[in-house]
């Protein structure tokens, strides 16, 4: 089966760099995403790494070490609006890699 | 513009009394899946689907059934709901194979009493 463990509160003023990070367990791997996640809203996809590294789109940046079976999503000169729950996933292998599991979520608040 | 399409947004029900969530996506995307989601449960999957009458059961799938008639249509069907299936209701969807992500639908927030 799938766990994936995230912390489930990181606070951070504007401005700030903020790291969460996710580590899994997985059956088969086929790559870890994130996604963000208002209160009340949707998941909006943010990112997806199938290698080791760091991918970067604008203000975020996704980082992934598969033999540490690790992960991290960065956030760069937080706004108020990055204020949401942040959920790394992971696509079971034994779906063919089609069902995607979720962490339970990081909450981040980012303070004035 | 691409989108899932969930109805309704919001729903309180009795217990035991049937109904339908409707999840529709104009993306083509072959796959479709419901997740429910729980405070300090994060997302667990419902129900998913390959593509058309191809469907499989997720991770919490007691107490509810799918369909998947039409490529673009995949309802979460609820045949007697009971107390425990309050929850906030997600479908989302995506093409089979490559590295994008899944989207969501805004979600059913259901109630049932």
């Known amino acids: 089966g799938q766990s994936l463990e995230q912390p489930s509160e990181v606070t951070a003023v504007e401005g700030a760099i903020v790291q969460i990070n996710c580590t899994y367990q997985?059956?088969?791997?086929?790559?870890l995403s994130w996604y963000q996640q208002h209160d009340g809203g949707a998941p909006t996809f943010l990112s997806y790494?199938?290698?080791?590294g760091l991918e970067e789109t604008g203000r975020f940046s996704s980082f992934l070490s598969r033999s540490d079976s690790y992960g991290y999503l960065l956030l760069q000169e937080l706004q108020m609006k990055d204020s949401a729950s942040y959920f790394c996933?992971?696509?079971?292998?034994?779906?063919?890699?089609?069902?995607?599991?979720f962490g339970t979520g990081t909450r981040l608040l980012v303070s004035p | 513009e691409a989108q899932v399409t969930q109805n309704p947004r919001y729903l309180i029900t009795v217990t035991g009394k049937k109904l339908t969530v409707t999840c529709s996506q104009n993306?083509?995307?072959?796959?479709m899946s419901w997740y429910r989601q729980d405070p300090g449960l994060g997302l667990r999957q419902i129900y998913y689907?390959?593509?058309?009458?191809?469907?499989d059961k997720g991770d919490v799938p007691e107490g509810y059934k799918v369909s998947r008639k039409e490529k673009r249509n995949f309802p979460l069907i609820l045949e007697s709901p009971s107390p425990n299936q309050t929850s906030l209701y997600f479908c989302?969807?995506?093409?089979?194979?490559?590295?994008?992500?899944?989207?969501f639908g805004s979600g059913t927030r259901l109630t049932v009493v």
């Open positions: 989302a969807s995506r093409v089979t194979g490559g590295m994008g992500g899944y989207t």
């Open positions: 997985t059956s088969g791997f086929y790559g």
């Open positions: 790494n199938a290698l080791d």
């Open positions: 996933a992971v696509r079971d292998g034994g779906t063919g890699f089609q069902k995607l599991v």
């Open positions: 993306m083509n995307h072959e796959y």
């Open positions: 689907s390959m593509n058309v009458e191809a469907t």
